[in-house]
């Protein structure tokens, strides 16, 4: 039973940073339709901005209490990896806009391959740790633990889906994005500007996606220019499975993900005397998301368009 516990817990802790990533997904899909292939190296690019900031700030200012070096990081890589993203949707995506769905995929794709292969040459191939900035004193639940960043990761997404539900269905903003999502021109007739919103959108996931970023770094303790990959492809999948352009269902598609993969590779391996274990847990993933996505295509929301971005 303790096995169990702990393999929830870091199941939703895995789940909640793939949530943060699949918000930007579905908000920008929720927009214009695209699926922005390169979000999970904005990801990386927050994660590495992260250690450098650290870096530097660990050298200039010894003796900064570690919470203020991290959060001052955390920012600095927000406002990076909001500039990045605004500038591949201005040079990348928006002369594609009316181009074939296949043009402004492939584009993505390969903007994806270009920014790994900067940040390579940028901060080079090797494997970096990245620096515990936290307390590590574990909170005991039950027979498991859990760590302050793990705790600060769950509320960290709690915060943003309140964030952006609130933003989507109040505010002003929120009204022209579900207006340039249900039809540009008309929208643009009744005085929203479809490219300041678009924009908009590509900077919101952007930070969420460095925050992310951010916050895998801390809980796993390195940092490295792929680590972007394979969770900007769950966190896609995690849009999918949730229903994608549905901001509930990117995040109950992420934690549904996380449990499904922690599980697997705790719980269920340890049943099976570790025949299945860590290295097949993305095994356990796609067979639930295809047994979905096979019984309801539209994903577990997927019907819910109301609170599309």
Known sequence: MDTLIQQIINGLVLGSMYALVALGYTMVYGIIGLINFAHGEV????????????????DAM?????WIILLVSLVIACVVAAVLNFTIE???YRPLRNSPKLAPLITAIGMSLLLQTLAMIIWKPNYKPYPSLL?????QIGGAVISLTQVL????TAISLGLL????NYT???RAMRATAENPRVAALMGVKPDFVISATFVIGAVLAAIAGVMWAANYGTVQHTMGFLPGLKAFTAAVFGGIGNLAGAVVGGIVLGLIESLGAGYIGDLTGGVFGSNYSDIFAFIVLIIVLTLRPSGLLGERVADRA
């Not at 990761?153 to 960290?156: M, N, Q, S």
């Not at 539900?165 to 989507?168: C, I, N, P, Q």
């Open 165 to 168: 539900m609130w933003l989507v």
């Open 90 to 92: 201005k040079l990348a």
């Open 172 to 174: 002003r903003m929120g």
């Open 43 to 58: 990801l990386m690019v927050g994660a590495l901005t992260s250690w450098s900031i650290i870096g530097l700030m660990q």
């Open 62 to 66: 010894p003796g900064t209490p570690g």
């Open 135 to 139: 307390p590590m004193v574990p909170y």
């Open 153 to 156: 990761i769950l509320a960290t």
